[in-house]
């Protein structure tokens, strides 16, 4: 399901998008330092916000025990509510102790073409191997 709306100069739109994680290529790193790995990421974007992104991702911790950290950037380009144009979404995500935080914001002053001004928030929702996205945003 997608959807939109608008509140006081926001707007909220949601739909659901893909993603392909390429595989880990090494970072140089502190010689008794934890490793770092980098990804390089793909991802189609689907309903209000429609169109593909490219980014990398750097990754450092244990995953597989639920402790880890990754940064990553990435760069939209397509539409959004109708508007043309393309963006930088920053990513920060952090696992420890059974939880998890995530923040995904648009990077200031990315926006290109009839996004330029473009901020805002997206939530990223996992469940069953589907992706969903809830983006709040405003123009500056």
């Known amino acids: 399901m997608q959807s939109s709306s608008q509140a006081s100069g ?6 659901d ?3 392909t994680i390429g595989p880990p290529s090494a970072v140089v790193s502190a010689t008794s330092g934890p490793a770092i790995g980098r990804h390089v990421l793909v991802k189609q974007y ?26 990553a950037i990435e760069s939209v380009q397509g539409t959004l509510d109708g508007r043309t144009g393309g963006f930088a979404l920053a990513h920060f995500g952090q696992m ?10 648009v990077v200031p002053g990315s926006g290109t073409g009839e996004l330029s001004g473009l901020m805002g928030e997206l939530k990223i929702q996992r469940e069953s191997g589907k992706h969903r996205y809830a983006f709040t945003y405003w123009f500056s």
Not at 10 to 15: L, Y
Not at 54 to 65: D, I, K, V, W
């Open 17 to 19: 998008f893909t993603v």
């Open 96 to 105: 420890h102790a059974g939880g998890e935080t995530l923040s995904v914001n």
């Open 46 to 71: 689907h309903g209000p916000l429609q169109g593909d992104s490219q980014g990398e991702m750097l990754t450092a911790g244990r995953p597989a025990e639920g402790e880890a950290s990754y940064v």
């Open 10 to 15: 926001q707007f909220f739109v949601s739909g």
